[in-house]
């Protein structure tokens, strides 16, 4: 009996340490980890852009024919009278990309009242993490 015992023992102890860890993941709410896209906003035209506009990148699931594209993260900002190109840096979280997703990235401008100026027409993919994207607007006539 003692010899099974003395067998039986070392056993449990070595099968126990074979077993992974127990996941951990971070609380509702948080991500591990986030992106940030970098990239420039311009358009072609030699147009000056008013001192007060601002500019819109957007992050977007393009993917669903029938429906319209689902915001997974967007950034805004003033222009504080800069001209283009003007570089912006929007962060978003992996974990919300689908691996057979398609994802696109927009921008726009508006004037101070909100109004139209300038947008993106064609659709530019998310490009690889850490690959800079650079948006070309073109002018919209009101």
Do not use: H
């Not at 010899?3 to 591990?32: E, Q, V």
């Not at 800069?82 to 057979?100: E, G, H, I, T």
């Not at 994802?103 to 993919?125: H, K, M």
Request: proline share 9%; with cysteine.
């Amino acid at each position: 009996m003692k010899m099974r015992a003395g067998l039986i023992l070392p056993l449990i102890a070595a099968m126990s340490a074979c077993t992974a860890p127990a996941a951990t993941s971070p609380p509702a709410g948080a991500s591990a980890s986030m992106e940030t896209l970098n990239g420039t906003v311009a358009y072609r035209e030699r147009i000056a852009l008013q001192p007060d506009a601002r500019v819109k990148v957007t992050l977007a699931d393009v993917g669903r024919m029938d429906a319209p594209a689902t915001v997974i993260a967007e950034t805004e900002f003033a222009s504080e009278g800069r001209q283009v190109p003007l570089p912006f840096a929007l962060s978003y979280d992996p974990a919300r990309l689908a691996p057979n997703g398609t994802y696109a990235v927009s921008a726009r401008i508006t004037d101070s009242g909100g109004r139209l100026l300038w947008i993106t027409d064609t659709r530019v993919t998310l490009p690889a993490p850490g690959t800079p994207v650079s948006l070309m607007l073109v002018g919209v006539r009101n």
